[in-house]
């Protein structure tokens, strides 16, 4: 499972340190994490004062933690290679720790030198724009430093872009001051949110593994749906999902269930590379799934000023929209195939399991219960990581002799923290690049320029089609629900493409950056706007050429990784379809302006039909198999069904109606001719 992992994600590729700096490098991600964990719960200092000691760490442990090029070898110790670390990585992990913290030092003064910096203030931005360029590439790979360097470029030779682009450019003067002394760029709010709440979240998702929370989930998902058709399908599904609660990683998701769920489903016949694509398809639901959702919920209450509890009630249709329908093509396929569950002897007591890991759900428990009281996220962390540590102290008494198990509790919580720490290095170096990203659309406007673009395309779109449908005797969409269909599109399309490159939360951060102004623009929601951008870049890890959970999975199942990717988006469609259809009736999202509950049904209803027609069409199969003309009408069916309005839902049921009647009439094993 590690070395999936660590092969197909490259924020865990972490390479081998010798003994000496190996004790250094955990010592310090040992000191990080208490850090995160005493201020999480007796208070955050001055927020320059937190990013810039976050930053400074994660920085300086990146060079540790990371080699230059693939996983690197611990080295003989000389000097030009220092306790086995080359020389330059030392320099650069010093440098990047101190440019980091320049802006704490001198935060008493900034408000003399932001838009007149000295010349030691530019070049300690410019140190630290550099290591973070290099930090970012060892930690994930090119795209995105590519990206922040192609958005420098634009931000410096703005008067050489053309048409709508061009702007009066900044000189490096100016960009290092907004980008390095101001809040909106390094240390705007992305790096706030790593470091004030995902942290805290990693560490807590960490330590609830460790305690024995995810071997739990998928345990009682195993006693409660294995002994269904496609058993082992749905026990994927199910324990994917409650897996997501706690971790937002989609690998680290599928390895650790994937690796019980895949040989199962290969052992009662599901093929080897539709075994890979139900696991990876289920395991991207964790990071749409609350309470944690990765990193993405936390940014989104400092973006959009709404509390946690709002965007948690938010993602709970549209998550559970995602599971479903990949249940019911899991199920769906089972039946076509006559696929067994898993016998009673193969399955786990649902009560002997709860009885005896009841106590693992404590801290999951708790600190959902501090997140809906309305305390900040960090104290529900806190509580949680204290909770997890009190469990761990009652499972190593219950079992050993007092003093092992305080050197059990010891070891665990420290290789927890240490492990932690080490998670959070990536997202970090990335969410403070992001702010160079995010410094340039706010200091050239790009992001309106941009908006501009996307939606006068559209428009012209819309436009051409409007006169094609002209020719029908009623009215399907007018010019302006056309505009916003074909702009959502372009921005689904681009997020997809972004997500291949770079992780989920970097995506997002990028992309509500350039997109929130194109959808503002034509009426849609903030909120709304945010979760169509962030299910979509979630969708990236399952879409080929570049679906790195598909690729892990296909790892276990040792089948061909790009028919894994492609099945795996297909199973995924609903988390396709979902986002459309909460753009046009936000009140699928339950607290978005104009909500009601006859809106709320008439789209949760259509949509989950909808998902059940589309499915049987890839399916191929409904109560029995398909003509091929009945697969192109459940697919019409579908796109209707989806759609937001009674009279759409009606013909859509009307095309399903005597498509089923037929099935359950003549139900039987043979294909029709």
């Not at 030779?157 to 960009?175: C, E, K, N, Q, Y």
């Not at 040989?263 to 289920?282: D, K, L, N, Q, W």
Request: hydrophobic share 55%; charged share 10%.
């Amino acid at each position: 499972m590690k070395e999936l992992e660590e092969r197909f994600d490259p924020e865990v590729r972490f390479r081998p340190l010798g003994p000496t700096l190996g004790v250094v490098a955990a010592a310090l991600l040992f000191v990080l994490a208490c850090y995160h964990y005493y201020t999480a719960g007796f208070g955050i200092p001055r927020a320059a004062t937190h990013r810039g000691t976050h930053l400074a760490f994660t920085l300086a442990l990146t060079f540790l933690a990371f080699a230059a090029w693939g996983r690197g070898e611990a080295r003989r110790s000389s000097l030009l290679a220092p306790l086995g670390l080359p020389l330059i990585d030392w320099v650069l992990a010093l440098a990047g720790a101190a440019a980091a913290l320049y802006v704490p030092w001198i935060f008493d003064d900034l408000a003399f030198r932001v838009g007149n910096p000295l010349p030691i203030d530019v070049w300690m931005g410019t140190i630290l724009i550099v290591v973070l360029l290099e930090a970012t590439r060892r930690a994930m790979g090119w795209p995105l430093p590519v990206i922040a360097l192609c958005f420098l470029a634009y931000a410096y030779f703005g008067r050489s872009m053309p048409g709508v682009l061009t702007h009066p450019g900044a000189d490096w003067t100016g960009i290092v001051n907004h980008l390095y002394l101001t809040s909106q760029g390094i240390y705007g709010t992305a790096l706030g949110v790593i470091s004030t709440y995902v942290f805290h979240f990693v560490l807590f998702g960490v330590l609830a593994t460790r305690i024995g929370l995810g071997q739990l989930f998928i345990d009682l998902a195993s006693a409660l749906a294995g002994r269904y058709a496609g058993g082992p399908a749905k026990v994927s599904v199910i324990s994917s999902a409650m897996l997501g609660s706690i971790s937002g990683s989609s690998i680290a998701n599928t390895v650790t269930t994937g690796a019980l769920t895949i040989p199962a489903m290969i052992r009662i016949g599901y093929p080897r590379h539709f075994a890979a694509a139900v696991e990876a398809a289920s395991s991207t639901g964790g990071q749409i799934t609350p309470p944690v959702m990765g990193a993405v919920a936390f940014l989104m209450i400092e973006y959009l000023g709404v509390p946690l509890t709002t965007i948690l009630t938010a993602a709970l249709v549209p998550a559970f929209m995602h599971f479903f329908g990949v249940l019911v093509q899991v199920h769906l396929e089972a039946r076509r195939r006559g696929l067994r569950g898993l016998t009673k002897a193969e399955l786990p007591d649902a009560w002997a399991v709860f009885r005896r890991d009841w106590l693992t759900t404590i801290p999951l428990i708790l600190l959902v219960a501090v997140l809906l009281s309305g305390r900040t996220p960090y104290s529900a962390a806190f509580w949680g990581i204290t909770s997890c540590i009190g469990v761990l102290i009652i499972q190593n008494v219950m079992r050993h002799p007092l003093r092992e198990a305080a050197k059990r509790v010891a070891r665990e919580v420290f290789d927890g923290f240490v492990l932690g720490a080490k998670f959070s290095l990536s997202v970090t170096a990335a969410a403070a690049l992001v702010g160079v990203i995010i410094g340039v659309v706010t200091l050239t406007g790009v992001g309106f320029k941009i908006a501009y673009m996307v939606t006068s395309v559209a428009a012209d779109w819309a436009g051409t089609v409007s006169t094609w449908l002209a020719v029908l005797p009623f009215e399907i969409m007018d010019t302006m629900t056309l505009t916003l269909l074909f702009t959502l599109i372009m921005t689904a399309f681009v997020c997809i493409l972004m997500g291949c490159g770079i992780p989920t939360t970097a995506n997002y951060l990028i992309m509500i950056a350039v997109a929130a102004p194109i959808l503002s623009m034509l009426g849609v929601q903030p909120l709304v706007a945010h979760f169509f951008v962030f299910y979509y870049g979630v969708l990236a890890d399952i879409t080929p050429p570049v679906a790195l959970a598909a690729y892990a999975a296909a790892g276990i199942a040792n089948a061909n990784a790009f028919k894994a990717g492609n099945t795996a988006f297909r199973l995924g469609m609903g988390k396709a379809l979902v986002p459309f259809v909460f753009v046009f009736s936000p009140s699928l999202l339950l607290v978005t302006d104009g909500f009601t509950w006859g809106q709320f049904f008439l789209a949760t209803g259509g949509a989950m039909l909808g998902i059940w027609a589309l499915s049987a069409a890839f399916a191929d199969w409904l109560f029995g198999p398909l003509y091929a003309v009945e697969r192109a009408l459940l697919g019409i069916a579908a796109i209707l069904l989806v759609a937001p309005d009674l009279v759409a839902t009606l013909i859509g049921l009307a095309l399903i109606a005597p498509i089923a009647a037929r099935q359950l009439l003549a139900r039987g094993p043979a294909s029709p001719a």
